[in-house]
């Protein structure tokens, strides 16, 4: 049974986390620290006084309860999800997937413009149906029992746009996790996949690079890879040991969270706020800390890692369905060769834009809703 849903907070919950950001025993850091060593103390000093004092949660919360939620249970597990119905008589059903350290907080800007078009000067032809879940584990969505990765989660997905919905066919796109999950639906689910619009390159070809183009594409991602593995490696490995801290510092997982924001979006000088404002930096944050999932969100590095990591298909298969790239400029997972996505992708749409990092939906908001529509006019 699908369900409606408000986003209520409790003011006891919102208390106790802000007499323990209030409480936080501030400590040392060399003073030409900058961010080289993680999240910035000074920074993070400015970001928990703001957040005591300036930062307005049920703001936010009436912000994202503009959008219709509901809950279902889907295949045992209890999956949380914005549906927002397009305008005009033939909007696509589109499903978007956020990741880690995101969640549907990332999407806000993007919701209803892909929806209503028209009400921002944009053609009716070419709305969608929005449907935003939040991952299982993260936010609001139910906490499965033991990890599950990417894969799993597409045919949760799957599930809830054929079964709980009752689409047929509708169109997936994601970045970070949700690239991977996009993926997965379209290798795994089509006919009803009908097309996947990814903002990251995720999947890896089981016999590696061809040629001295993506030969060297793959040793410098390696490379620019070995100051960023620490925390995959953790969460893929050992995340309950994670989550003791975590879970009983919301300072410790704000700067956990920051310190990925900072360093893969499209910053100018560690200015993070030329890219993100601390009402959403820390409405991304409250997400987590509000519904207690700092824990089982991290248990997607570890369920990948059961399901055979990066790896789509060890045969030599791709995914046919059609397939549209946009490539931010400053994403930390770097694009290879197009010679490369193409042996995994079917693709039919390749954008190289001119700013943005990994947080496209909300770096590059506008870029990357024209470019969802004018990959979506193939299929429509």
């Given at each position: 049974m699908?369900?409606?849903?408000r986003?209520?907070v409790p003011?006891?919950?919102?208390d ?21 060593y ?5 920074y993070?000093?400015?970001l928990c006084d703001?957040?005591?004092?300036g930062f ?7 912000d994202?309860?503009r959008f219709?939620h509901?809950t279902?249970?889907t ?7 914005i ?12 499903i978007i997937?956020?990741g880690w350290?995101?969640?549907?907080a990332?999407?806000?800007?993007i919701i ?7 009400r ?7 709305a ?10 993260f936010?609001?969505?139910g906490?499965?029992p033991?990890?599950i990765?990417?894969?799993?989660m597409?045919s ?5 746009m ?8 509708y169109?997936?796109?994601?970045g ?9 639906l ?8 009908i097309?996947?619009?990814?903002n ?13 183009e993506?030969?060297?594409?793959a040793?410098?991602?390696d490379?620019?890879?070995?100051e960023?593995?620490?925390y995959?490696?953790?969460q893929a490995?050992?995340p ?6 975590m879970?009983?510092s919301p300072v410790?997982v704000?700067?956990w969270?920051?310190?990925?924001f ?6 100018h000088?560690d200015?993070i706020e030329?890219?993100?404002s ?16 700092f ?25 046919e369905v ?14 290879p ?17 001119p700013?943005?990092?990994?947080f496209?939906?909300?770096?590059q908001?506008?870029?990357?809703i ?5 990959f ?5």
């Open positions: 699908i369900e409606p849903f986003i209520e003011q006891t919950t919102l106790q986390l802000y007499d323990k950001i209030a409480n936080f025993p501030w400590h040392e850091m060399p003073d030409d620290g900058g961010w080289r993680g999240t910035n103390l000074d993070m000093q400015r703001y957040w005591i004092n307005d949660w049920r703001t936010q919360e009436r994202l309860n219709a509901f279902c249970d295949e045992g597990l209890k999956l949380h999800f549906h927002e119905k397009g305008s005009g008589p033939h909007p696509i059903p589109l997937s956020h350290p995101g969640s549907i990332e999407f806000k800007n209803e413009p892909l929806a209503h078009p028209e921002s000067g944009g053609d009716i032809a070419d969608f149906d929005i449907i935003a879940p939040s991952l299982p584990g936010g609001f969505s906490k499965p033991r990890p990765g990417p894969r799993r597409a949760l997905f799957n599930t809830l054929t079964q709980k919905l009752g689409y047929t066919a169109m997936a796109q994601g970070d996790w949700g690239g991977a999950i996009s993926s997965w379209g290798f795994e689910h089509a006919p009803h996949c097309g996947i619009h990814i990251i390159l995720t999947m890896r070809h089981p016999h590696g690079p061809q040629g001295p993506e030969t060297a594409w040793e410098k991602f490379q620019d890879q070995l960023q593995d620490g995959r490696t953790i490995t050992k309950q040991t994670l989550s003791y801290a879970m009983d410790g704000a700067a969270i920051v310190e990925k900072n360093a893969w979006s499209d910053t000088g200015d030329r890219v993100h601390k009402d959403d930096l820390l409405t991304n944050i409250m997400i987590y800390l509000v519904t207690r999932t824990n089982t969100a991290s248990w997607i590095y570890y369920g990948r890692r059961e399901e055979g990591g990066r790896l789509m298909s060890d045969e030599d298969r791709r995914v059609p397939t549209g790239a946009a490539l931010f400029p400053a994403e930390m997972l770097a694009w060769p197009r010679s490369y996505v193409e042996r995994l992708y079917n693709i039919t749409h390749w954008r190289e834009m700013r943005g990092g990994h496209g939906a909300m770096e908001p506008e870029l990357l024209e470019d969802i529509r004018a979506a006019r193939q299929l429509r």
